[in-house]
């Protein structure tokens, strides 16, 4: 080969890298805020009636996103050809009734104000007759902290009282503070979560799992646990016992709590004071709980939708990238006042926005020239607002091999108030998605945060934890600090007036004063992210991260 030949090759070999390079970029062009808006216009109307699932407003939401898949191409997502997987939940509204004996002291306690039980799986009634008591602390086994509050007690059938969140260890060197080395300090792990506590519980085999309610850890009053307690319960419909609850999962008033401990002669306070060490062990209350829980119960069918870009390489086209957002909300309350309207939660934030983001993303992938390697998969999830049931489903039933999925990138809420400096990374330090997310963001100009409030525990409160808990490294971001051009408090009063006004409520409407600039930009960065794996980047669990441990177990399924 003469030596102006192979310049010119390799001259043309670059000029192909870097049309490779400007690809996602052109392609995600496809994202626009107006194509965001019209999405969440339809998804977040009075005609939607806010999407809860099982209801006429379900039919529409579903009927809309597949239809919207198919028009852009997308191939049905389910193996069996259709754009659905169909989700059975089991909804079920508790009548639970709590006692307990411990000494000579029996007692009777007062559903809603003292405590909120309900019951796990598909049984309507659920007896525990006189089961053990015992105390285990944070409830927690933490194998990468050297943690264990069961330390090998048999709970079998027993009754666990647990404190809330993940154990606040105070910093060796600054005891005003939390220790950043055990369970993230500050920062909530899935330890903390209830529903970990729950999970652990069913695993070590408890009838009942029993959370003391605190309201300053919560960061909720006991009205919230009231309210939300003795509603209806979704889970999935399934045949046997829940793997992710006791059968009687519930939670405790705190001075309820105070007393039953005092009657086996424990002082609260010296109790949990205990459970902040290593060398804890579970401490029986000597006496016996007893349970009666029963329910009215129904059935709901419900979907997630699902659609698929096939990857172009021959070998890489069997893994898939999941792109998810839940589609569903919490649907009407015709007990409010004010008509129609006002009874209808729109959820046009919460989540028609990430649903509607979805639809661009496919968009801005159809828009590259060639598929990337790997298959991508775009997933709208149902009953998010249920417990993340829809996610939970496709988890535990995937439609295409976990072992084969390398990344689920969720999107929960779009960033509504303009373009940031800066984008969160709620996930960050769990996996190698962070590198990712840097490089594509540098390439915005712009920076990675960690997530600026830690102690909300948002990496666990939406669909991405199904994926992480089945070992499948994830992505969530949001952007919602260091707006451009706006006074500092900006992000501050836009943010926390969400949370505080319409999260939530029927007010999370179309609002005339968005500025999807930002979320565009978000949803760009979100693509490069994706695009780069799909092409062959193939993201590793952190040493350090409580999914770590699953994350290695699914890498060996067959
Ligand atoms: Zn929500």
Known sequence: MTLLRSAILSALALAATQANAQAP????????????????????????????PGTPGEAKSVAYIEQQ????????????????????????????????????????????????????????????????????????????????????????GKTILMLINDPAIPDPKDPAKLDPAMFKGAAMTYYGRWTYKYEIAAKLGAAAAIIIHETKPAAYPWDVVRNGGLHEQFSLLRDGPDPDAPPVPGWIQLDRAKEMMAAAGYDFDTLKQAALTKDFRPVSLKGTASFQVENTARTVQSNNVVGLIEGSDPKLKHEYVICSAHWDHLGIDEKLPGGRSKQIYHGALDNASGTAALMELAKAYKALPKAPKRSVLFLATTAEERGLLGAKYYASHPLHPLRETVADLNIDGVNAWGKTEQIENVTSGHSSIDELLVKAAKGQGRMVQPDSRPELGSFYRADQLEFAREGVPVLYTKARSKFIGKPENYAHDMVDHYVAHDYHQVSDDVRSDWDFSGAVQDMQLLFQVGYDIAQGATPQWKAGSEFKAKGDERLKRK
């Open 25 to 52: 970029a052109k392609a995600s062009a496809a994202i626009t805020e107006a194509g965001l808006l019209g999405h969440i216009k339809t998804l977040a109307s009075d005609d939607f009636e806010g999407r809860s």
């Open 69 to 156: 898949f198919k028009q852009l191409g997308l191939k049905p997502g389910n193996p069996d050809g259709t754009y659905r997987q169909a989700v059975p939940l089991l909804g079920m509204t508790p009548t639970p009734k709590f006692s307990y004996q411990i000494g000579e002291r029996k007692v009777e306690l007062r559903a809603g104000d003292d405590y909120v039980a309900h019951s796990s799986g598909s049984q309507t009634s659920v007896n525990i007759p006189n089961s053990e008591i015992v105390f285990v602390g944070y409830g927690v086994q933490a194998p990468e902290y050297g943690w264990d509050d069961y330390k090998g007690v048999d709970v079998r």
